[in-house]
């Protein structure tokens, strides 16, 4: 899979062995506990407060010089394997059962040891030096902040990255991250530090087809048209493409068959207060936030909930040729659907929009005249027919 770092064009190769991944992350939390108990110096060396060369004297075992180059590219390295590994899990999941929260909490104390807590001297790189402790140094990392962070920790998160964003040298992931930090606290319930986010994507980040997932769906939140509003800045249909293509660069080979998860759905209010979150909606479901992580987006089960219904915007649309379309601006546009048997019988449908970092997603899709979600064995032997028929048609 190729990822693109920063605002440039250069592509690294992230490599899809995963248990090769966590397996390099277990190895150098070992490294790190038995380095440390050898000689307490060694937590400065690994987390590149002070340089090996510098300390050698005082470390004793001249034996270990022999792995400098290692000792010295170890926070990367699990610098990087950390941020695969924050997206793979903030964005998808498998599609069988797996302990991914055991996982993702072994991965990020790993992390936590390498990134350690001596902060640098230069004030911006104290600042993503902060962002790493509260692991929400990248765009995944931000989006999780409501599942991982405390309100004043994802208060000062979004702080730290106004800070990044007022620098000279900031780039448009800085920015992206920023106002991504400032949906976190909407979702949150507290005041954001800015909601002039239309101005700054138009005068200061114009879009190109380039950028990162992140900055078009983002765009798109900025852009979608409220009650007062009869269309998008521009075409829906361009940002919803340039929003698809950008995935499909970035991370289609990436997740593969992998479930995309929601990051957001669309809610009644006005401009970035009607995002709601993923977690909310989990929240008000199970209503246990230990939980929430559980839930089986898959099956649509959770919104049969009236307390959900009530969180969400119901859109109306179309399914014609086995495909959901809703008008957007005046424009038809076609939608990606959460569960493939939605699309068995063509007609006018209503459902709840989601997004996930592949693009815009319908969720619960029925005909305008049917009621709620059907419950008990008929709608058990309701599916079967509509698998059946989706297979037949595939076939």
């Given at each position: 899979?190729?990822?693109?770092?920063?605002?440039?064009?250069?592509?690294?190769?992230?490599?899809?062995?995963?248990?090769?991944?966590?397996?390099?992350?277990?190895?150098?939390?070992?490294?790190?506990?038995?380095?440390?108990?050898?000689?307490?110096?060694?937590?400065?060396?690994?987390t590149?407060?002070?340089s090996?060369?510098?300390?050698?004297?005082?470390?004793?075992?001249?034996?270990?010089?022999?792995?400098?180059?290692?000792?010295?590219?170890?926070?990367?390295?699990?610098?990087k394997?950390?941020?695969?590994?924050?997206?793979?899990?903030?964005?998808?999941?498998?599609l069988?059962?797996d302990?991914?929260?055991?996982?993702f909490?072994?991965?990020?104390?790993?992390?936590?040891?390498?990134?350690?807590?001596?902060?640098?001297?230069d004030?911006?790189?104290?600042?993503?030096?902060?962002?790493?402790?509260?692991?929400?140094v990248?765009?995944?990392?931000?989006?999780s902040?409501?599942?991982?962070?405390?309100?004043?920790?994802?208060?000062?998160?979004?702080?730290?990255?106004?800070?990044?964003?007022?620098?000279?040298?900031s780039?448009?992931?800085?920015?992206?991250?920023?106002?991504?930090?400032?949906?976190?606290l909407?979702?949150m319930?507290?005041?954001?530090?800015?909601?002039?986010?239309q101005?700054?994507?138009?005068?200061?980040?114009?879009?190109a087809?380039e950028?990162?997932?992140?900055?078009?769906?983002?765009?798109?939140?900025?852009?979608?048209?409220?009650?007062?509003?009869?269309?998008?800045?521009?075409?829906?249909h361009?940002?919803?493409k340039?929003f698809?293509?950008?995935?499909?660069?970035?991370?289609?080979?990436?997740?593969?068959?992998?479930?995309?998860?929601?990051?957001?759905f669309?809610?009644?209010?006005?401009?970035?207060?009607?995002?709601?979150?993923?977690?909310?909606?989990?929240?008000?479901?199970?209503?246990?936030?230990l939980?929430?992580?559980?839930?089986?987006?898959?099956n649509?089960?959770?919104?049969?909930?009236?307390?959900?219904?009530?969180?969400l915007?119901?859109?109306?649309?179309?399914?014609r040729?086995?495909?959901?379309?809703?008008t957007?601006?005046?424009?038809?546009?076609?939608?990606?659907?959460?569960?493939?048997d939605?699309?068995?019988?063509?007609?006018?449908?209503?459902?709840?929009?989601?997004?996930?970092?592949?693009?815009?997603?319908?969720?619960s899709v029925?005909?305008?005249?049917?009621?709620?979600?059907?419950?008990?064995?008929?709608?058990?032997?309701?599916?079967?027919?509509?698998?059946?028929f989706?297979?037949?048609?595939?076939?």
């Amino acid at each position: 899979m190729k990822g693109q770092q920063g605002d440039g064009n250069t592509k690294v190769l992230r490599a899809l062995n995963t248990r090769g991944q966590f397996g390099y992350l277990e190895v150098s939390s070992l490294l790190y506990d038995c380095l440390i108990r050898h000689n307490e110096l060694w937590k400065k060396v690994l987390t590149k407060t002070v340089s090996l060369d510098s300390v050698r004297e005082y470390l004793g075992d001249e034996k270990l010089f022999r792995f400098k180059d290692l000792i010295n590219s170890l926070r990367d390295m699990v610098e990087k394997r950390f941020e695969f590994f924050d997206t793979f899990f903030t964005y998808s999941e498998s599609l069988k059962q797996d302990d991914q929260s055991y996982l993702f909490t072994t991965i990020a104390e790993c992390y936590k040891k390498y990134v350690g807590d001596a902060e640098p001297n230069d004030q911006l790189e104290k600042a993503f030096h902060k962002l790493k402790q509260k692991l929400a140094v990248t765009s995944p990392g931000v989006l999780s902040c409501i599942e991982r962070c405390t309100r004043s920790d994802t208060k000062d998160i979004a702080v730290w990255w106004k800070e990044i964003c007022q620098h000279k040298d900031s780039t448009r992931h800085a920015f992206a991250n920023y106002v991504l930090a400032n949906i976190m606290l909407i979702n949150m319930n507290e005041t954001p530090s800015s909601s002039d986010y239309q101005s700054i994507f138009t005068e200061k980040k114009p879009l190109a087809p380039e950028m990162q997932p992140e900055f078009h769906m983002l765009a798109l939140f900025v852009f979608w048209p409220t009650d007062s509003e009869d269309k998008l800045a521009s075409d829906p249909h361009y940002f919803i493409k340039t929003f698809q293509r950008s995935y499909e660069q970035e991370y289609k080979s990436l997740f593969q068959s992998r479930y995309l998860r929601p990051l957001f759905f669309l809610g009644p209010g006005q401009g970035l207060n009607r995002l709601v979150h993923r977690r909310n909606l989990e929240i008000l479901w199970t209503q246990d936030a230990l939980k929430a992580s559980n839930t089986n987006w898959r099956n649509d089960d959770i919104f049969r909930d009236p307390t959900v219904q009530d969180k969400l915007l119901r859109v109306e649309g179309v399914v014609r040729n086995y495909r959901l379309y809703a008008t957007l601006s005046g424009k038809e546009i076609e939608l990606g659907v959460n569960r493939k048997d939605s699309l068995w019988k063509s007609g006018h449908v209503f459902f709840y929009l989601g997004f996930t970092i592949g693009g815009p997603v319908a969720y619960s899709v029925h005909r305008r005249t049917e009621g709620p979600p059907e419950r008990g064995p008929e709608a058990s032997g309701n599916k079967m027919v509509r698998l059946l028929f989706m297979f037949c048609v595939s076939v």
